[in-house]
């Protein structure tokens, strides 16, 4: 697993320059590769990440490390990636205040914007990972999850945040195919009547279920 930490790059060449091993194989099945003058086959379950031509030349350059154990590994170096030390308190260029005029905004009141979720995402997960947002409502966790190409589950028990999440991620060109469920009792008044009781107020109880 590749881990973008800063505090994972260990390891030092000669020359001083910093880096960290990555595993070479990932969950799937393919083919065994040859690693210089060896064949060797990923481990169960799993395939090799990279094509026979990438691993020719990274054997070549170097960059595959093959432990006493057998695993294998290859050096990515902290020089080749773009790190920037982020404090507990964002209020960088990337991470901006999402504005009612801004050109994200849905006219959702809790709306985050897009670049926290960006960062979030990205700290959180590899292209391929499956990312979850059980209280989606807009969708930005899932549009973002979508530009990155990351799978998506999204769930929310309010109609209107559905429905402006389904709008958001058909407006993404190339969005793949999704699908909407509906599941357990939602019918209307019976859900109302559950969770807020006879309530008096009933524009209250319509702002709250909405
Ligand atoms: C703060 S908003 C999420 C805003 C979102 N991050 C965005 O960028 O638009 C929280 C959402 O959680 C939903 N929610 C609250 N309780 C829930 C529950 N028990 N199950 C599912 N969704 C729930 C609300 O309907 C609301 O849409």
Known sequence: MQNTSKQFYRDKEKDGRIYQLVSLNAKGSGPARRFGDKIIAPPPGRHWLWSQERIDEAWRKGLIVISDGGAVRYKQYLDEHNYHHVQSIWDDEEVRYLGAHSHEALGFETQKPE??????????????????????????????????GRRWIGCDLSRWAIHVTRKRLLSIQNCKP?????????????????????????????????
Do not use: P
């Open 178 to 210: 999704f699908e909407i469920l509906n599941l357990g009792k939602y019918e209307r008044q019976y859900w109302q009547g559950v969770t807020f009781g006879d309530m008096e107020d009933k524009a209250e109880t319509e702002r709250r279920f909405y």
């Open 115 to 148: 670049g926290l979720l960006t960062r979030i995402v990205k700290m959180c997960s590899a292209e391929g990972d499956l990312v979850a947002d059980f209280f989606c409502g807009s969708g930005t966790t899932l549009a973002v999850a979508e530009k990155l």
